[in-house]
């Protein structure tokens, strides 16, 4: 059932209070994968943690994502999905020093990789191409676990644009940032059951 004008003022309202009184987790992700999870087609994140993390590690159960491009985005997304490389590149102002977050998530599942060989079976799951899962994700620090993350996407109701400060940067998985979200405000893009289909799927696919 789509928001109603009252609902929408709550979330509003719930945002901009939490907003002026607290930080969020986020954790850096492609801008064309925010894209990608609030308009349906993926529902999974695949991550390993960065160079200066010892492994990855789930942070919280909620957060934000903070938006990243780079050049080799474009070759690393499948065919069909490549609309979402500039709808994502949006949200980054590289020129202007700011990023713009719209989309939260909380937690639906956290599946450790223990099966590699089934990641072929939740591709549709994503918009990542073969290759990339395979060199960004399996072969990069091959003794760290892979994990798949199901989420529950949502559109925050009033999209939050941000300086991009140095403290941003590095090869880390998780930061603060100036904007509090208590996981309910906004719009939820796909509904529990499918996401609970989704984790099922996951974890026959990937784990022992």
């Known amino acids: 059932m789509p928001p109603t004008a009252a609902s929408t003022r709550q979330a509003d309202t719930a945002l901009q209070a939490d907003t002026a009184t607290g930080t969020s987790l986020a954790l850096k992700e492609w801008a064309a994968v925010g894209a990608a ?26 957060f934000v994502l903070f938006p990243t491009v780079a050049h080799s985005h474009s070759e690393r997304v499948r065919p069909e999905h490549t609309d979402v490389l500039p709808v994502g590149a949006g949200d980054v102002d590289e020129a202007g020093g700011s990023f ?15 099966r590699p060989e089934g990641l072929a079976a939740i591709a549709d799951l994503h918009i990542w191409t073969a290759e990339s899962v395979q060199a960004d994700r399996l072969d990069f620090r091959p003794k760290h676990p892979l994990h798949v993350l199901v989420v529950r996407a949502v559109a925050l109701p009033t999209p939050q644009r941000l300086e991009r400060l140095p403290a941003y940067g590095g090869c880390t998985s998780w930061l603060e940032l100036p904007l509090s979200w208590d996981g309910r405000a906004g719009t939820q893009v796909h509904p529990d059951a499918r996401l609970a289909e989704d984790a099922a799927r996951v974890r026959a696919a990937v784990a022992r």
């Open 37 to 62: 999870l609030l308009d349906g087609r993926q529902t999974v994140l695949l991550r390993k943690g960065g160079i200066h993390e010892q492994r990855f590690e789930v942070g919280g159960s909620r």
């Open 100 to 114: 713009v977050v719209r989309c939260g998530v909380t937690l639906a599942d956290a599946v450790e990789v223990t």
